[in-house]
């Protein structure tokens, strides 16, 4: 669904961004892009539906490739959702901002508000419609930036820091929209650098390093590093940490899920008795308890 070939980016003033990007991002998968801050990750996907112009090399999407020509057939393939959502929103109501992308498509009436229903209804904001938009949650405003997305009936959805000041529900809530658009067809490519959330909706990972990547592949490919992942100033999930115990265990659980199975494995084999007690400092990482 997108390739990226060899992109290169800098900001004006001569930052260099990204060096050298080579990506391929197959139709219906959920991508990941990882990296601390400063990594490249919102600026490459920005690249993703012209946002931003690369300075060399290219990116392609459904084989035509992003550019000035392209610009207009490119946003109708791709929906860009921005970190915050205040730089998304920006109609009177929820309904009229959700609209606001079809009528722009010169789409008839009839088309426009099946459009909304159906947008309004995978984000559950429904009951939301006449509410003016400066009366809304942080969270609320998430879905509502989706949703005006969703109604342009784009083949690929692309979130920066989707997750970002959520609190614990509103993190959960959105996620699982975006694991139900994934498993309907959707390619969904996610910016973040939570790597406790990772694990549990992606299927697979790109980590960035100064504007390289550093690793590209499954999630045992890429967890599987740690020494690589610390270099890169991230983590492994906190889970993980928990198995340090067992030396023997390479294959670290990276969700509550793995871990609970790789228990189940161990007392099957007799490699641990209920009751055992964990090793002193078992749970201590990077300085603190986990």
Not at 131 to 160: E, F, N, T
Request: with cysteine; proline share 6%; charged share 25%.
């Amino acid at each position: 669904m997108i390739r990226v070939d060899d992109l290169r980016f800098a900001y004006p003033g001569g930052a260099r961004a990204l060096e050298g990007i080579s990506l391929d991002v197959p139709e219906g998968s959920f991508l990941a892009v990882m990296g601390a801050n400063g990594s490249g990750k919102s600026t490459l996907l920005k690249h993703l539906n012209g946002l931003l112009s690369a300075a060399s090399g290219n990116v392609r999407v459904a084989g035509r490739e992003v550019g000035r020509d392209s610009f207009e057939a490119v946003n109708r393939a791709v929906g860009f959702v921005f970190q915050d959502p205040n730089d998304q929103i920006f109609a009177p109501t929820v309904r009229d901002d959700i609209c606001y992308g079809p009528r722009n498509l010169g789409l008839p009436e009839d088309e426009v508000a099946r459009r909304l229903e159906t947008a309004a209804a995978q984000v559950a904001i429904t009951d939301l419609l006449d509410r003016p938009i400066h009366h809304l949650s942080y969270g609320q405003k998430k879905r509502l930036s989706i949703a005006g997305v969703l109604a342009m009936q784009p083949r690929v959805l692309v979130l920066d820091e989707p997750t970002a000041s959520l609190d614990p529900m509103g993190e959960k809530r959105l996620m699982r929209l975006l694991h139900d658009l994934n498993r309907e067809g959707m390619t969904v490519v996610m910016a973040t650098h939570d790597v406790d959330l990772v694990p549990l909706y992606a299927r697979q990972v790109c980590l960035l390093r100064a504007g390289r990547v550093a690793v590209s592949g499954g999630l045992r490919e890429v967890f599987g590093d740690q020494e690589l992942i610390e270099r890169c100033h991230l983590r492994l999930p906190r889970i993980s940490y928990l198995f340090d115990i067992f030396p023997d265990i390479t294959d670290l659980p990276l969700t509550v899920g793995m871990a609970r199975r790789k228990i189940e494995e161990l007392l099957e084999r007799g490699e641990l008795q209920m009751g055992e007690a964990p090793r002193p400092g078992l749970l201590e990482v990077e300085g603190g308890l986990a």
